[in-house]
Nanobody, 119 residues
Framework: QVQLVESGGGLVQAGGSLRLSCVAS????????MGWYRQVPGNQRDRLAR???????NYAEVLKGRFTISRDNAKNTVYLQMNNLSPEDTAVYYC?????????????WGQGTQVTVSA
């Protein structure tokens, strides 16, 4: 069974940085298909960044270069480096693993980690 465990969230002041981690287990042989999303209560879950099936990085335009996704294959871990944070970045951040045709349509999700940015 695929398991994704996020960590690294917390409270940070505007302009600060955080790095989120997501450790994958349960038979995932490649980190291609791993990605990060976030959700504000009452809103849809928005995709931020992910490694596509072939390994290329894709980012949401709204991030404007402030977030960077990276990976450590030896540790089966994906990271999200978030810089120049603003209160609008406050949300629950989720890790996701999805490979069209391989995983369930929505993929697998972690439990989420809260990021709160104070003004």
């Amino acid at each position: 069974q695929v398991q994704l465990v996020e960590s690294g969230g917390g409270l940070v002041q505007a302009g600060g940085s955080l790095r989120l981690s997501c450790v994958a287990s349960g038979g995932i042989s490649s980190l291609n298909g791993m990605g990060w999303y976030r959700q504000v209560p009452g809103n849809q879950r928005d995709r931020l960044a992910r490694f596509c099936r072939l390994g290329r990085e894709n980012y949401a335009e709204v991030l404007k270069g402030r977030f960077t996704i990276s990976r450590d294959n030896a540790k089966n871990t994906v990271y999200l480096q978030m810089n120049n944070l603003s209160p609008e970045d406050t949300a629950v951040y989720y890790c996701n693993y999805r490979i069209p045709g391989v995983t369930p349509a929505a993929g697998y999700w972690g439990q989420g980690t809260q990021v709160t940015v104070s003004a």
